[in-house]
């Protein structure tokens, strides 16, 4: 496992991390969570991401039980805050009170006195940005946060974030999180400029495009039992599913036979060629399925390689 600077800040996070949104206190069983965490710990990778709404703070539970038992320096665990824990008016968003108490629940769920990445999950439009950025100022200075990040901000309210912490002296943010795959490549135009210009670093997720480019889905042919498009609210992969990409995921199948590799490894290495990517996030709901996403770690295309991806996905 290799690993990469978070930004512009000293923290090395490996190049593939392990998530927990809809698997872990979802559709995956604890015992497979559990030991897809301890593959991926004995595999190298340093970096665990969960989030207080995936399944309603269920994912917390799991992945603060299966982290319990490694040295607490030994990994960086990141969760978020924003979307509603409750039916309340002051139980979603961005308000001083509810990314409080919300970091204490989620500190309490994970079982741990302090996370080391607190990202906002959505920007609040109905929060003045001031209010939010202090209250992740003092859990920076009261050492429950190390480091505060967005994500799926625009480059616009990223660069008012970072203006507004630099003229109020509060803790910068230093991490995005956006959706970032072959097939999903918005992030190029303003994203990731704006990013590299303020020394902020991605972790993106859903690298492997919901799965469409583990090349498990194919046209023509209903979805493997137990993968995620065979369950209805998600049969259509969030829109990725469609008729052109799977023509494009045949023609990168190509590609990474050509270059004697998995189609997982070639997507993976693909989206760390960016140097603004500090680590590409994946979900596993087997060990084995880690084994094969770290084979990525390292890897590097060349540029023949890269020109033939590129007309596929063009």
Request: proline residues 3%.
């Given at each position: 496992m290799?690993?990469r ?10 190049e593939?991390?392990?998530?927990s949104w ?7 069983e604890?015992?497979?969570?559990t ?11 340093n ?11 269920g ?13 607490r ?8 805050v ?12 961005l308000?001083?009170?509810?990314v ?15 996370v ?17 950025l202090?209250a ?26 970072v ?10 943010i230093v991490?995005?999180?956006?959706q ?22 991605q ?9 469409l480019?583990?090349?498990?889905y ?5 979805a493997p ?8 609210k ?5 829109g ?16 990474a ?16 060629r960016?140097?603004n ?15 094969e996403?770290?084979?990525a ?6 540029d023949?390689?890269l020109a ?7």
């Amino acid at each position: 496992m290799e690993y990469r600077r978070l930004g512009r800040t000293g923290l090395k996070v490996s190049e593939i991390s392990l998530g927990s949104w809809l698997t872990y206190g979802g559709y995956v069983e604890e015992e497979n969570a559990t030991a897809s965490i301890d593959k991926a710990y004995d595999l190298g990778i340093n970096f665990f991401d969960t989030a207080n709404v995936y399944m309603q703070g269920g994912a917390e539970i799991v992945v603060g039980k299966a982290l319990k038992k490694y040295v607490r320096d030994s990994y960086v665990l990141a969760t978020k805050v924003f979307w509603p824990m409750g039916d309340g008016p002051n139980d979603r968003g961005l308000s001083r009170k509810h990314v409080m108490e919300q970091c204490h629940a989620s500190l309490k769920r994970l079982n741990t006195d302090y996370v080391d990445i607190y990202y906002c999950h959505r920007f609040d439009q109905e929060t003045p940005l001031d209010e939010t950025l202090r209250a992740l100022d003092d859990l920076v200075r009261q050492g429950k946060v190390l480091y505060i990040g967005v994500s799926e901000w625009t480059a616009e309210q990223i660069t008012e974030a970072v203006h507004l912490a630099d003229k109020k002296l509060l803790d910068r943010i230093v991490v995005n999180q956006p959706q970032y795959s072959m097939l999903e490549r918005y992030i190029e135009k303003d994203i990731i400029p704006v990013c590299e210009k303020h020394g902020i670093g991605q972790v993106v997720w859903s690298p492997l495009a919901q799965g469409l480019l583990t090349g498990k889905y194919q046209k023509g042919s209903q979805a493997p039992a137990g993968s995620r498009a065979s369950q209805e609210k998600y049969s259509n992969l969030f829109g990725l599913l469609t008729e052109e990409n799977l023509d494009k995921v045949e023609l990168l199948k190509e590609v990474a036979n050509d270059n004697d590799m998995s189609l997982v490894t070639l997507a993976l290495s693909w989206i760390l060629r960016q140097q603004n990517v500090s680590s590409a996030l994946v979900g596993a709901s087997r060990p084995e399925q880690i084994e094969e996403n770290v084979k990525a770690s390292g890897v590097k295309l060349n540029d023949e390689t890269l020109a033939r991806i590129e007309d596929i996905l063009r």
